[in-house]
């Protein structure tokens, strides 16, 4: 079979080797689409597709041993190609070149660092149907919502390209006669990025953004399961004429304890900004206490999801749906426990059932298809986990609930269960998953107790139509963000982040930018003197 991309041969041979044979097909009622929904891409522009070679300081390399590593389509599991393996020598190259780029990068102007924002928007704007196409190959996602994540993505460098030249300090009244006291804001220095898998894109905008507009240089390891989106994100940062070292991408799959341990302990490193689990997050808060860097984390989630008697059934319905299933359920800000009323949780249980029955689980290519892969067999196993779980302490599965080998090892049938207690696995861990456990509740104040009980506090939802209620569960919900009404948060110009283990920090928004800034204070003495005559 011909290659489509410029991959390696051994990459090229493999493209056409499945890694595992279908089946039949399933006899549930969601409905799986056939095997031929495992196409490969054909991208516009081939160029993007960057392989065996990551970017750094302007220049496409490999890594100095020579070594790489098999990226696979998680619908088909197909080889799409192999990314370098980085250690920490080759990455100790990346933080020299953001090193040596810092200090002239933060000499530009707001307004000159803003314009090369905006043209690295404008590239990905352009090329969205290709990026988007990258997202769904090497994560799963449809198409729809890959399309949907690469707007998104672009939207944070549109948002920080327009947050760069509008960066004040203050004047400040002081308390000494004749001092006179103003702040400035500067940028941290050098930082290192790490994102997950789970939005290839949207997770490194989210950071380089507000990076490059405060005037910072980047060094940012590129997710394992899904480098190649990154790395074309460093070819269209190539074409907006980034200066070379400012942005820097490395790639790793079983050296990224290495390179995570360099990125968190060089002194050269000023900030790290981490988007992850909560056990990889401990892990790097304590490696970077011995340089004391500034850090942002944002870390699992297990959002509680809330619909009260009084709530607009079909609202409530379309918001579970969207919060819980997007992505195969694979968000941090997934709903993760669905709380309903007594009085209104047999019809919404039947009346959300029937919409995740009419799911279509498939390859992200295929039109139609609104339900992808899940990223691995891990996932796979902590989901079928969680339902087998569930079903032996006395939850009952009302929809899906079984793996879906017939389209291949990472599906998973987007299942519904009722008559969930808080002792089922589900109810205290993140299932990253197609599974929406539906617990019912009697009070507001038995809800909000049981919501809060979670060790971590990302996102959290409601739905109520009492205005008093409104105001008082959003206050009284321990976590980050809260949708009222909606299902759906996520906004260049929102703040995002959590609480408690979910981390600290906050990405978008105004806030955004000064995760990489420091505020400088000077004071100027002898000020104010009587005017000379
Ligand atoms: P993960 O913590 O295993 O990996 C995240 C990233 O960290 C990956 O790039 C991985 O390669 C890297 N990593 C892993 N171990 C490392 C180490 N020792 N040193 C340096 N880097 C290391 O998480 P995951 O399973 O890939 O992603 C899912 C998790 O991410 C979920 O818990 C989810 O809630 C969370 N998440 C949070 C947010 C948020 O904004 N709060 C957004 C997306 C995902």
């Known amino acids: 079979m011909k290659p489509l991309f410029r991959t390696t041969a051994s990459a090229a041979r493999t493209l056409s080797r499945p890694r595992f044979q279908p089946s039949t097909l399933p006899s549930l009622c969601i409905r799986p689409t056939s095997t031929m929904s495992h196409s490969v891409p054909k991208l516009n522009d081939p160029s993007l597709l960057k392989t065996d070679a990551a970017y750094v300081n302007g220049e496409w390399v490999k890594a100095k041993s020579g070594k790489t590593f098999e990226v696979h389509d998680p619908s088909s599991g197909k080889l799409i190609g192999s990314a370098p393996e980085f250690d ?26 803003s314009k090369l924002l905006r043209k690295w928007y404008d590239l990905m704007v352009e090329n969205a149907e290709d990026i988007a196409k990258l997202i769904t190959w090497e994560n799963g996602k449809p198409l729809a919502d890959a399309k949907g994540e690469a707007a998104y993505a672009a939207s944070f460098f549109e948002w920080f390209s327009e947050e760069a030249p509008r960066v004040y300090g203050d004047t400040i009244p002081a308390s000494v006669a004749g001092n006179r006291v103003v702040t400035i804001k500067e940028p941290v220095g050098v930082c290192g990025l790490i994102t997950p898998w789970n939005f290839p894109a949207a997770m490194i905008t989210r950071k380089i953004g507000p990076a490059l507009a405060a005037g910072c240089t980047v060094v940012a390891k590129s997710p394992g399961e899904t480098p190649f989106t990154s790395l074309a994100l460093a070819a ?77 059934l079909d609202v409530a319905v379309a ?66 986990a969680h339902v087998r779980d569930a079903e032996k302490k006395g939850g009952k599965v009302i929809q899906g609930g079984q793996k879906m080998p017939e389209l291949g090892p990472n599906f998973f049938q987007p299942t519904v269960i009722t008559g969930m207690t808080t002792e089922m696995a589900l109810a205290s861990e993140e299932t990253f998953g197609p599974v929406a456990g539906l617990f019912k509740f009697s009070t507001e104040e038995e ?65 955004g930018i000064a995760e990489y800034q420091v505020t400088k204070m000077i004071t100027y003495g002898g000020m104010g003197q009587p005017l000379q005559k």
């Open 447 to 511: 809800v909000v107790k049981i919501a809060n009980s979670a060790e971590v506090g990302l996102a959290g939802y409601f739905f109520s139509k009492d205005i008093q209620r409104v105001f008082r569960v959003a206050e009284a919900l321990e976590v980050g963000m809260v949708g009222v009404n909606t299902g759906l948060i996520s906004d260049a110009a929102a703040p995002f982040g959590g609480v408690k283990k979910s981390g600290f920090g906050r990405e978008g928004s105004k806030y």
């Open 236 to 312: 269209l940062a190539h074409r907006a004429g980034i200066p070379k070292g400012v942005v820097n991408i490395v790639s790793a799959l079983k050296n990224t304890a290495e390179v995570g341990e360099l990125l968190t302990t060089s002194p050269i490193i000023k900030k790290v900004s981490f988007t992850g689990s909560t056990g990889v997050g401990k892990l790097l808060m304590k490696q970077s206490s011995s340089t004391l860097k500034k850090l942002s984390f944002e870390l699992g989630g297990n959002a509680p999801f809330i619909v009260f008697d009084d709530a607009d």
């Open 88 to 113: 920490a020598a080759d990455t100790q190259k990346a933080i020299d070149a953001a090193a040596v780029a810092f200090p002239s990068f933060k000499a530009k102007t707001g307004r000159e660092r």
């Open 319 to 384: 918001g579970a749906i969207a919060s819980k299933f997007r992505s195969s359920g694979q968000t941090c800000v997934c709903a993760n426990r669905l709380f309903i009323q007594a009085g209104i949780y047999d019809k919404f249980a039947q009346a959300f059932a029937a919409k995740v029955k009419d799911f279509k689980v498939g390859g992200g290519y295929t039109e139609g298809v609104t339900h992808g892969p899940l990223i691995h067999d891990r996932a796979i196993s902590k989901v079928d």
